[in-house]
Every structure is written in C-alpha cells, then in structure tokens.
C-alpha cells in the first residue's frame, strides 16, 4: 500500500458532516435515519451509503469510497457495519452487501476467540481521542487470515455524543514495505557512501545528497535548481545525454563509467564517476507520468588512474620487447638504433629525433676548437653559453643529426637523415645540450599564452569571442615561434630530451616532441624514454665501433687486435 492510500483513507476527518445529512465520514445515519437501516446504511453500488439512497449526497459519498485506494469501513455507535469500501472487499473478500448491517466483525471476519477484543479496540477510539492504530489479524471470506494494520477514529454526532467508528486499513506487509521504501530514501539522502542527486525533467537538481555536495563542491541548497554546466566545465554533454536517454528509454542495463572535468574555488579537477540511472515515474497516476531521473554515483578516479597506469606499463613493456626482438634481427646497428624509435613513439610521442656528438670518443683531450674537452665530448665553454673566441658557434657544432621521423604533417618511421650528417645550430641553452651536460631527460613545453582581457572586465558575447579567437591565433603564433627557435617541427608543443650514454661515455641525445593534442610529458615518460634511450645508445655504440674498425688505423694508433 503506497503512501497516497495512507493519507487518503486518513483525509476522512471526524468533524466533517458528510452531505446529505450524514454526521460524520464514517457514514453512520444522519439524524433520521435508524442506525442500521437496510435503506440508510448500505446499498448496491458498493459502499454503505447515508441518507436517501437516491440523493446526489449518498451517490457522491459511494462514489468517494469505492475510488479510495484504502480499504475503508465504518460502525455506528451500536458496532453495526453501515460502510463498506471496495477495497475493503479486495482484502477480504467480503463485499459491501454481505458486510453492512452485521454487528461487528466476530463469526465472519475474525476468530471468534479474538472477537471481543477486537471489537473492544474499534469501539474505544469512539471516545478516545485522536486516532488510534492497532494490527490484528482477520479472516478472508475464502477461510485464509490477513495481518492488517487500522487507524480507527471516533465520529461525533451534531450534538456532540459519540456517534459511530470509522476504521482505515490495510495489509501489514505493504505498510512495512512502504515505510522501508521512505526509510531507504531518507537514508541515502543522509548517510549514504554513494552520491545521490534527484534531477527533474529540465535536468536540474531537485535533491541532493551530502555525498554528491561534497563530490561537486557544493552546497546542497546551492546545487538545487542549477543547469549541470555550471558545475561541470567537460563531460556534462555525455551526462546529460544519459539522463534524457533514462528519462525516454528506461533505466540503463547497467553503470556507466564518466570522465568529467569540475570547476571548483581551486581549480579544474577532472574525475571519474560509476554512475547508475533510474528512471522516477509518479504512483499516483494509471500511466506513468516522468518525474525526473535518479541518479547515483561513486568517485572511482583512483581505481581508473590505477587501472590506465597498469595498462600504461603493459603496454610500454610489450613495446620494449618487440623492439628487442625487431632490433635483434638488424644487422646494420643503425638502423636498429631507429628501429627502437618506431616502437617507442606508438601512442607516446608524434616525432623523434637522434643527434649525435660530432667526433666523441669519450676521452679527455681537445676538440676541435682547441677547447679542452670532458668527457661528454662537448667543451665546457659550449654548454655554458660562456662568450669566449668561439663560444657563439660552438654548441652549434657539436650535435649532428643522424636519424629523424618525418616532419610538415607527415608520418612514417624514423629514418637516417639524408645526405651528408650536418651539425644542427642549437643555440645555446637548448634542452637537447641541457640533457647532455646534465646525463639526464629534460622536459619542456611551450609557455601558455597571455590572456587578452581581465576577467573581471565585462565584455559583449562577440567581443569575448573575437578575444578568445584573438588568444588562440596568439598562443598558436607563440609555439609555432617556440618550435621554430629550437629547430623542431611546426606543431611541436612538448619536448623531451634524454642523454644516450653507452660504456661510460655520452653519445649524443634523442628528442621526443608532441603536438597540442597531446599533454605534456611527465616523469613517467621520462622514465620510459630512458629505458629506449639505453637501448639506442649501445646500438649507435655498436655503429661507431665497427665504422672505427673499418676505417685504416692512423700512424702510431694501437688496436688490440694487431697483437694478435
């Protein structure tokens, strides 16, 4: 029995005259009419009736009570049943005719051995005040036995007297499930560990729980009546699509995972929420009427970032053995020093490069420029940027690109660079020669743009959207400049620039760029790219030493091999 039955059966108050004469909602006989009476107490339409049978009063209040959603009867003051509802019936069994003008319930729809205190129950309510509830057990017309739960109430007569009964009641089980069902909801309002936000069919908070206020942080009160978009800077198209597809379709078969990015007083915060949809409809009405959706979510960012991180690593170490295995069947070194590089820039990177240091070969003496040389194979002078005879030109000579991807929007594998090895004019400062004096990964990205206007200055809608094209035709101007300064691809927006060191010596360096479209490198990555880096590096070693062998050995040279 739902609720709306409850207080339907209770909106009958005892001080309310009935039309047509009656005294009270509990239909006992107005005055006139002898308590009992065949003609005044009960009809054929279905419920006991008041006053002329036939006048508009008596069929109205037939009428109120077989539409009742609560099963309905009434006792005068003598204990004789003068209404009988259909509801009433549908419980018991009893109808109208066989149940009006018997003497309370004992012989036909209760035990005879609880007869009188039944009876005795009903009838004090008469005098007592208010209501009274009580659960007891009748008989079913078919012999079976229904536990129901009443609230009796006295009705008075015009003179004040007590005058009659009226009793309201229904099946135990369906008030015990509609008071758990209310429990439940006040329940996951209050204490629940999942977030709980009732959206009606404008898709606005109506209800919010204090888990959900605190996942969208916010005030519950504050929430109520807001378009989600307020709160949710990405993802709140899929959200909405999902509670307008729940509020046509039904209730998804099963919880959806969503990506959502918040905006909260310290900042964007992007999380992931378990979300389940329900579909609200109204009971009150033969036809479901939509109400709005529920919607019930869990904060399982952690578990998400612990499941891509897993499946990162997996991926990444498959990588690093294919490529071994690939590498492992080159025979030219180099090109398994570029074969490395096709592996590691899947879902990684857009473009890779290889320089080497022109002429290292890793011990102290003097390069080229007659600057004392450590063991990196590149001067002191160059690294620091110092202004000494040839400081200007030196970090532009010492690197020499060897391998590279395709650049200009192209794709394909890293491939030695055509042509005769030139030195790459890095100025000084560049991340590449930052990597090679520190033996280790260097990650940059290009600055972000300079906002065009205050946000606190009110703008129009077509200015701001002239500014904001403005900001981005500015920062697109920016890293093109940022890229072009530093001798990478147009595009480039992230860099990362790991040393290659083989035997003790440095070798030269990798770079792996990426686009706007992708974030910036992390430490992670960078972890990642060291382990190809290790990898590359010995195969270039490998590269360097045969061609060394190759080459006739210069007059005073010693070689291992020529003691043999």
């Known amino acids: 029995m739902s609720g709306s039955r409850i207080e339907a059966a209770s909106a009958l108050g005892p001080d309310e005259p009935e039309p047509g004469g009656a005294s009270g909602a509990g239909g006992v006989p107005g005055p006139g009419v002898p308590p009992g009476a065949p003609d005044g107490a009960g009809g054929s339409d ?9 006048s ?3 069929d109205l209040l037939a009428a109120l009570l077989d539409g009742m959603d609560a099963a309905l009867c009434a006792f005068d003051a003598d204990g004789v049943v003068t209404h009988w509802n259909r509801e009433a019936e549908r419980i018991l069994g009893w109808s109208a005719d066989e149940a009006v003008g018997r003497t309370g319930f004992a012989g036909w729809a209760v035990r005879a051995a609880d007869a009188g205190e039944v009876q005795g129950r009903l009838m004090t309510a008469m005098r007592g005040p208010g209501r009274q509830v009580h659960e007891f057990a009748l008989l079913r017309k078919d012999g079976g036995r229904v536990l129901v739960r009443t609230q ?9 007297t007590p005058a009659g009964v009226y009793c309201a009641f229904g099946e135990v089980h369906a008030q015990i ?45 504050t929430l109520l009546g807001r378009p989600l978009g307020d709160l949710i800077v990405q993802g709140v198209e899929e959200l909405e ?22 905006r909260t007083a310290e900042g964007e915060r992007r999380r992931c929420w378990r979300s389940g949809f329900l579909r609200l409809a109204s009971p009150l009405t033969e036809e479901p009427v939509p109400l709005g959706v529920g919607w019930l979510f869990r904060d399982i960012t952690a578990a998400k970032q612990a499941e891509q991180e897993a499946s990162r690593l997996r991926f990444r170490g498959n990588q690093l053995h294919r490529a071994s295995r690939v590498a492992a069947e080159c025979e ?14 899947a879902g990684f990177a857009d473009h890779a490069l290889i320089d080497i240091i022109d002429g290292a070969d890793g011990a102290d003496g003097a390069d080229s420029t007659g600057n004392r040389a450590d063991s990196t194979g590149i001067s002191a002078d160059a690294l620091s940027g110092s202004s000494g005879p040839s400081s200007a030109g030196a970090p532009a000579e010492r690197l020499v690109r060897v391998a590279e991807t395709p650049s200009g929007g192209a794709s394909g594998p890293c491939l030695p660079a055509a042509g005769a090895a030139l030195p790459v004019r890095y100025q000084a400062g560049h991340p590449a020669l ?11 990205s290009a600055a972000a743009a300079p906002r065009s206007a205050s946000a606190s200055t009110p703008v129009s809608a077509s200015a701001s959207a002239s500014a904001s094209a403005s900001a981005e035709g500015t920062a697109r101007g920016a890293s093109a400049a940022w ?28 770079t792996f760029l990426r686009g706007a479209s992708r974030l910036a490198f992390e430490r992670p990555d960078a972890v990642y790219a060291e382990s190809f880096a290790v990898r590359v590096a010995s195969a270039i070693d490998l590269a360097q030493a045969l061609a060394d062998r190759a080459q006739p050995p210069r007059a005073g040279e010693y070689r291992p091999e020529d003691s043999a």
Request: with cysteine; charged share 20%; net charge negative.
């Open 46 to 54: 279905g419920a006991g009736g008041s006053g002329d049978p036939g």
């Open 56 to 58: 508009p009063g008596s």
């Open 152 to 160: 009796s109430s006295g009705v008075r007569g015009p003179d004040g």
């Open 177 to 221: 499930d509609l008071e758990r069902a209310i429990a439940l909801s006040e329940a996951m309002f209050d204490d629940a560990s999942w977030g709980v936000v009732l959206v009606d069919v404008d898709l606005r908070p109506t209800v919010v729980n204090a888990h959900a206020a605190r996942a969208l942080s916010a005030g519950r009160n």
């Open 241 to 262: 699509g999902a509670l307008q597809h729940v509020l046509a379709e039904g209730a998804l078969p099963a919880p959806a995972d969503m990506w959502v990015t918040l």
């Open 332 to 345: 030219d070194p180099m090109e398994a020093a570029t074969s490395y590089l096709d592996f590691a820039l």
């Open 434 to 444: 930052q990597a090679v004096a520190r033996t280790g990964a260097v990650r940059t």
């Open 483 to 510: 890229a072009s300064e530093r001798q990478w691809p147009p595009g480039t927006v992230h860099a990362l620039c790991t040393v290659l060191r083989s035997r003790g010596r440095t070798l030269g360096v990798v």
